[in-house]
């Protein structure tokens, strides 16, 4: 029997943001504005997104023992995320994203995992994945580990196939719902139409996270597009994991996917109106404020 419990299995990072005037090119130095550090990680940044939300999330992964590790789990805990699985590694400093936003509020990301890159299949608790609701997977943690907990989960698997790597065989045959942006579903399935790229992989549903284009949710007898509401764009570093973390908490609460993937566009939509990652996650009673209930 599964609880409503969602199980975040993925990275914390430490983001250095850095707004610039235009991404710098090979050689090119770019003068930048005054940078923040925020809390970030993809998996980190779907759990807080979930847990802002209301649902009930637990977070699996690894932090170095270094003021930046202190500062990931404070934040997980802050949104109400169970860190009790997250673990201090001693031997590998925390994982650091460096973040220049552009003025159209576009990113480019360089990830040092660190103590992400030591997450294994025994940091896992079998007992928490079987009974999760709903189990939420990204690849900034070794894909071993991933699909261990693919595996070991007793209810619904998301995998976020971000960033795009070589993946295990076996992997796409555990995922129930694959969140892939187009470049990434390109990685996994080649060029093509999207509908027959999503329906080549074998995994029973896809959402394909289209931008401000909304979203395509295509299972094997449907493809339905999903706008998103027109917002006033200022950085989208977060906006594709407020998209996982709200599907997965609506998806928890028995929501039905045409509106689990709809809820889901409009936090990433609100997302994309704030700076940073953590700190622009929406809150349930914001979104409602957003765009109704």
Known sequence: MTSARIVVVGSANLDIVVPVPHHPSTGETVLGGDHVLVPGGKGANQAVAAALLGGDVAFLG???????????????????????RLH?????????????????????????????????PGDLDPDLLADAAVTLLQLEVPVDAVLAAARATGGTVILNPAPAVPLPEGL?????????????????????ETVEQARSLGVPTVVVTLGADGALLVTGTEALHIPAPEVEVVDTTACGDAFC?????????????RDAVKRAVQVGSLTATRPGAQTSLPSSAELVAAFGG
């Open 62 to 84: 690894r932090v170095g023992d270094d003021d930046a590790g202190s500062r990931l789990r404070a934040s997980l805990d802050a949104a109400g995320v169970d860190v009790t």
């Open 172 to 192: 796409l045959d555990a995922i129930d719902i694959l969140v892939p942006n187009r470049l990434e579903l390109t990685a996994l399935a080649g060029d093509g």
């Open 245 to 257: 973390g709200a599907l997965a908490e609506a998806l928890a609460r028995g929501t039905d996917l």
């Open 88 to 120: 201090t590694d001693d031997g590998a400093p925390s994982g650091i994203a460096l973040i220049g936003v552009d003025a159209t509020g576009d990113n480019a990301i360089i990830v040092s995992p660190g103590a992400n890159a030591r997450v294994s």
